[in-house]
């Protein structure tokens, strides 16, 4: 039977088509999937411009790596050009205060998190989630028009991060809340897996967007992805579906998982992209033009060759792709053998050696270096997806969350929040220690990698002794009984 009161959103009201009987439950539990993929994506690549350009702003080795006060006006008129960087991050401290402004972000980001995730269970949520994706947009786009406007005052840069992080703050509860109350539990960590990949997709195309216009000014990079983030809420404000009861349909389960993104781990992603443009962009200046990203493979060698900033935002996408496959492999491995965090622990230790590896021979041709990256990609990102899911085992077992949608948003955003302050950290950490060499940052990933494997043996603990007192062995579960 129809629920009485029905709020379908307008774009279900334009298209009668679109709503059951005409659609079934079905039909709307993958629609929410993909709309909500397109937003966390979208949000994702807004995210990606500073990471971009922080090439393009910061201090330049092999150009004019010291200025005198006599050409200093001259170059605040020119900082346009990719060599210059731009002031105020051009200085001696400028990949500091670049590390300065990724704490900004992240720390409003993480502490904002708690703050929306308790709105987010008291307010109706596609509003909500549509407030924060334009919020997000104009903000990022705001970022950019500095270049335009000729901004060169750090404060303006650390306010707009600041905003644009408390907006961005509202995107994760949202979609997790509307999720979860769509999903059921059949093939869980494989749907979750894919569902995860917006991360990774998101990435790739903010790095993709922003490499791809960089060559006609930084700001383009940041106007690009805040456009599409605006377009992607329009969309999510006429066609996103909140629960099934705004339909009549019956919820598809009472027990309801929450899945929250370890930022933590996304830091790591976002220090490995520093690390690329170090093992990339190491040679003089002038050596090669920009060229395409099929045309980079077909290089005999980076070590000593200087890629362009285009070149190496675009290579470091990679990453990005090899972290979709991970997600999906890790969700599919971990509904097998039925133990989430074993499987977490397994991708974190493999991928030290992998990190290694990058390091060692990551610059010893392009191929080696876009295998590696790839593999690397896939490892960590695997843990990315399910981490949060061994937590939420634990606290499903909980009677005052177990079943109760309202506080998904809330819960969800604790995790999550709680888990930002290592991203918080972690750029502005890889800033100091970058500058001490490139092998001190991989030591800082290593030491985090391990660290996180350590707060995850508990729980596999408890999964190997379930598994044990069940009779069932991981082959076996693999093989059949």
């Known amino acids: ?17 679109l709503k059951p009987p005409q659609k079934t439950l079905a039909f709307h539990q993958i629609l929410v999937l993909v709309i909500t993929f397109l937003a966390y994506a979208s949000f994702h690549a807004s995210r990606k411009p500073p990471s971009i350009v922080k090439s393009v702003l910061g201090p330049n080795d092999h150009s004019n790596s010291s200025l005198t006060e006599s050409n200093l006006n001259s170059t605040l008129l020119n900082s346009s050009s990719i060599d210059a960087g731009w002031a105020p991050f051009n200085g001696p401290r400028g990949t500091h205060r670049l590390g300065e402004l990724d704490l900004a972000f ?11 995730g308790h709105v987010g269970d008291r307010v109706h949520l596609r509003y909500f989630l549509v407030f924060g994706m334009i919020g997000s947009g104009i903000f990022t786009i705001m970022f950019g028009l500095g270049y335009w406007l000729g901004v060169h005052v750090l404060g303006f840069f650390l306010a707009v991060q600041v905003v644009c992080g408390l907006f961005q703050s509202v995107g994760w509860p949202c979609v997790v809340a509307i999720v979860g109350n769509w999903s059921g539990k059949e093939k869980r960590g494989l749907i979750m897996g894919l569902w995860n990949s917006h991360t990774s997709v998101g990435n790739i195309v903010g790095s993709v967007l922003a490499s791809g216009v960089l060559e006609f000014g930084w700001g383009f990079s940041f106007v690009l992805p805040g456009v599409l983030m605006i377009v992607v809420g329009i969309v999510v404000f006429m066609l996103l579906v909140v ?19 370890v930022d933590s781990v996304r830091s790591s992603e976002e220090k490995m992209e520093s690390e690329k443009a170090g093992l990339l962009e190491t040679g003089d200046s002038d050596s090669l033009a920009a060229i395409g990203f099929f045309e980079a493979w077909r290089l005999p060698a980076v070590a000593g060759v200087h890629l362009s900033h285009k070149t190496a935002g675009i290579l470091s996408t990679i990453f990005d792709m090899g972290g979709v496959l991970g997600g999906i492999l890790a969700g ?7 133990a989430r965090a074993v499987t977490s622990i397994v991708f974190l230790l493999l991928s030290i050696p992998a990190l290694l590896f990058y390091r060692v021979y990551g610059s010893i041709s392009m191929f080696a270096n876009i295998s590696l990256m790839f593999l690397s990609g896939l490892l960590v990102n695997g843990p990315y997806s399910l981490i949060t899911t061994a937590v ?21 955003a604790i995790i999550d929040g709680t888990c930002s302050v290592g991203a918080a950290l ?23 990698i391990f660290l996180a494997s350590l707060f995850l043996i508990s729980v596999a603990r408890t999964e190997i002794k379930a598994k044990l007192n069940e009779g069932k062995w991981f082959w076996n579960s693999i093989g059949g009984h």
């Not at 992240?106 to 929306?116: K, N, Q, W």
């Open 426 to 448: 972690g750029p502005l950490l890889a800033g100091y220690i970058s500058t001490r060499g490139w092998n001190s940052v991989f030591l800082m990933l290593i030491l985090s």
């Open 332 to 338: 599919f491995i971990s509904d097998v053998i039925e």
């Open 1 to 17: 039977m129809p629920s009485k009161n029905l709020n379908p959103p307008p774009g279900l009201n334009l298209f009668p088509s």
């Open 106 to 116: 992240l720390s409003v980001y993480s502490i904002g998190m708690y703050f929306c």
């Open 392 to 412: 939420a085992t634990d606290l499903g077992t909980q009677t005052m969350v177990g079943g109760n949608s309202r506080a998904l948003a809330t819960v969800s």
């Open 243 to 261: 629960s099934p009861d705004d339909l009549g349909f019956e919820s598809p389960g009472k027990e309801i998982e929450m899945y929250a993104e």
